[in-house]
Nanobody, 111 residues
Framework: VRLQASGGGLVQAGGSLRLSCAAS????????MGWYRQAPGKQREPVAT???????NYADSVKGRFTISRDNAKITVYLQMTRLQPEDTAVYYC??????WGQGTLVTVSS
């Protein structure tokens, strides 16, 4: 399975970005999917997860600002990020439970 993340970039504080992560090499998956992030000099931390049925879970730091969703037909997970802050600057990694990680996409939020 290959996970291809996209959508990162440079944005000003208060702005929005939408990340996408598409899985290829499979035609169906009921595995949980989600996003982690790793800021410079810090450990990778969970951001949000979503089950096949749509149950979501968020880190406290992003609740109310980020929304995770998935398209099961496309085996794709999304992360809509709003009201971005400089502390959200990190490489964002998507993952699929029991399948692995995507390559990461850089999000930079300028103050």
């Amino acid at each position: 399975v290959r996970l291809q993340a996209s959508g990162g970039g440079l944005v000003q504080a208060g702005g929005s970005l939408r990340l996408s992560c598409a899985a290829s090499g499979i035609t169906f998956s009921m595995n949980n999917m989600g996003w982690y992030r790793q800021a410079p000099g810090k450990q990778r931390e969970p951001v949000a997860t979503i089950t096949y049925g749509g149950t979501t879970n968020y880190a406290d730091s992003v609740k109310g600002r980020f929304t995770i969703s998935r398209d099961n037909a496309k085996i794709t997970v999304y992360l809509q990020m709003t009201r971005l802050q400089p502390e959200d600057t990190a490489v964002y990694y998507c993952y699929m439970q029991n399948r692995g990680w995507g390559q990461g996409t850089l999000v930079t939020v300028s103050s």
